[in-house]
């Protein structure tokens, strides 16, 4: 999953940047509202992690102009303002969640996860396609109810396909949900990935539309 994080202050961007990348997150930075209103205009992202009291274009702006061009990533405000009028001005303006600093790690990524259910119309936490279960509150996966040890890149690359069950995603889509600005990309990184997801799932779970990409599930109807 790709996070945009815009956090102007750098003790905390490092720390939520590093913790999420450790929990297998590609993260991008950012450290002022302009950077964050160009690299939205250019890039996709699962969702934006966006600080209010930041230089140059505030962050309520940032969201505003974000809603005004009917881009619907979800964002969540974690900032340090706690104060009525602000958690009702970053709502209105088109936030999924508000988060106050500070705050516990654990509950940024349930907020995270309860985010992307939401965007994505699941009101379970858990994944199901096929004999394959993914559980996004544990990061745990099962086959047949049989737990299955994944790497955090693994797990990442298999979520990105059971998020959209039957849509094919390409190559470049699945290592943007790995790597963020400045990592090096391994060029058969995901070739790699699903190789090793097959010997552990099965090796008719994971499909390949040689050329496109990669799908879980039945494919879409047109592909």
Do not use: C
């Not at 706690?82 to 709502?91: C, I």
């Not at 396609?129 to 890149?153: K, M, N, Q």
């Amino acid at each position: 999953m790709r996070i945009l994080l815009v956090e102007d202050d750098t003790m905390i961007g490092d720390s939520v940047r590093s913790a999420l990348k450790h929990e297998g997150f590609a993260v991008d930075w950012v450290r002022d509202g302009r950077a964050a209103q160009a690299t939205l205009a250019t890039e996709r992202f699962d969702l934006v992690l966006l600080d209010l009291g930041l230089p140059q274009v505030s962050g309520l702006d940032v969201l505003r102009v974000l809603r005004t061009q009917k881009d619907a990533t979800p964002v969540i405000i974690v900032t340090a303002r706690d104060d009525l009028a602000s958690r009702v001005a970053g709502l209105d303006a088109g936030a999924d969640d508000y988060l106050v600093k500070p705050f516990e790690f654990e509950e940024l990524t349930a907020r995270m996860r309860a985010v992307i259910r939401r965007h994505v119309g699941r009101a379970e936490p858990a994944i199901e396609v096929g004999p394959v279960t993914l559980d996004p509150t544990t990061r745990t996966v099962t086959v047949d109810g049989e737990p299955v040890i994944l790497s955090a890149r693994e797990y990442a690359v298999l979520e990105a396909m059971m998020l959209r069950p039957g849509a094919i995603l390409s190559r470049a889509q699945l290592e943007d949900r790995l790597y963020g600005w400045g990592e090096e990309i391994e060029s058969n990184a995901i070739s790699v990935y699903v190789h090793q997801l097959r010997r552990k799932l099965g090796d008719d779970f994971i499909h390949t539309v040689r050329g496109v990409g990669y799908y879980v599930g039945k494919p879409r109807a047109g592909r």
